[in-house]
C-alpha cells in the first residue's frame, strides 16, 4: 500500500508542523532528508535531542543527504510501556525542549493522540505529509525536489530488529527497505552485534558513533525523580521547570496493561 492510498486517521484539532521544515536546498547538489525520532519520550533528555546534532554532523560530512528537519514524535498512550506518562505531558515537553533549545527540531503530535501506531505506519505518515500534501523542497533553481524520510535510533532499539519475533519481517523491510534509519550508538550497546540479522538492509543503516559517550536515559531519569534527586543539567531546564510545576514522576506508575500485539518496540 502506497502513501497515497494509505488512509491516515486525523486526531481531532490536528495539524502537521512544518514551521521549521526548510523549503529550499542550500546545496543542490545534495538530496533533502527528514529525520524522525519515534519514542516514549518519559521524559526527553539532552540525549535525544543530541542524537540529533550527531547525526546532522554525519550527514553533513559523510553522505549526500541535506538535512532540512527533524521531528520527535511521542508514542501513544496505548503502547502501555511501564513509566509511560500521559501523551499530553509528554508533547509538552517535547515542544519546550525543541522550541527553546533548537532551532530547527519540531514534535509532531499525531502518533501521540491516537490508538497505537506501528513505525512503519509512522514513517508513511511523514512521507504523505511533506512529499504527498507539501509537495517535497525546492532546490536553489527551482527544482523540486521529494525529501526523504529516515528513521533515527540508538542503537539499543535497532538491536530489538535484530531479536527473532520482536518486529514483523513486513514492518523490518518498509522501515529498513523503504526508508532506512540512522542508529547512534548507546552506551552499553554493541554496534555490530545491534545490526545481526539486518544485513539485507545494511546499506540503508547508517551507524553513528557517540564520540563523547553519554548514558542519560528516561529510565534514569524517572528513578531520580522518584528519589527526590535533582535531574537539573541532565534534561533542558525548560522541562525540568514543567515537571516541578507539575509534580510529575513522584509516584510510582500503575502497573501497565499488556502492550498492543503489534511486534513493534518503541525506544524511550
Not at 22 to 37: C, E, G, I, N, Y
Not at 134 to 143: D, N, S
Request: charged share 20%; aromatic share 8%.
Amino acid at each position: 500500500m502506497t502513501t497515497q492510498t494509505r488512509r491516515f486517521t486525523i486526531p481531532e484539532g490536528y495539524s502537521f508542523p512544518i514551521h521549521r521544515l526548510q523549503r529550499v536546498l542550500r546545496d543542490s547538489s545534495k538530496q533533502p532528508l527528514v529525520l524522525v525520532a519515534c519514542g516514549s519520550f518519559s521524559p526527553i533528555t539532552y540525549l535525544h535531542l543530541r542524537m540529533f546534532e550527531m547525526a546532522r554532523d554525519y550527514a553533513r560530512q559523510q553522505t549526500d543527504y541535506e538535512i532540512v528537519g527533524g521531528y520527535l514524535s511521542p508514542v501513544s498512550d496505548m503502547y502501555k510501556k511501564p513509566g509511560l506518562l500521559s501523551a499530553k505531558h509528554r508533547v509538552n515537553m517535547c515542544n519546550l525542549a525543541a522550541e527553546q533549545t533548537s532551532s530547527w527540531l519540531m514534535v509532531d503530535p499525531w502518533e501521540a493522540f491516537q490508538s497505537y501506531q506501528r513505525t512503519a505506519v509512522v514513517l508513511d505518515h511523514f512521507e504523505h505529509e511533506i512529499n504527498d500534501k507539501f509537495g517535497g523542497v525546492a532546490t536553489l533553481e527551482g527544482e523540486i525536489r521529494p525529501v526523504k524520510i529516515l528513521l533515527l535510533a540508538g542503537s539499543d532499539l535497532i538491536a530489538t530488529m535484530s531479536e527473532p519475533g520482536v518486529w514483523s519481517q513486513a514492518d523490518l523491510d518498509h522501515i529498513l527497505g523503504k526508508y532506512g534509519c540512522f542508529i547512534v550508538e548507546r552506551a552499553g550497546s554493541d554496534m555490530d552485534q545491534a545490526t545481526d540479522g539486518l544485513a539485507r538492509w545494511r546499506p540503508n543503516i547508517h551507524m553513528i558513533p557517540q564520540l563523547i559517550q553519554n548514558d542519560v536515559s528516561s529510565t534514569k531519569v524517572r528513578l531520580f525523580l522518584k528519589r527526590g534527586l535533582s535531574v537539573r543539567y541532565l534534561l533542558p531546564s525548560p522541562v525540568v521547570t514543567y515537571i516541578e510545576e507539575n509534580g510529575l514522576y513522584t509516584e510510582d506508575n500503575p502497573t501497565p496493561s499488556p502492550r498492543p500485539s503489534s511486534s513493534d518496540v518503541k525506544g524511550e
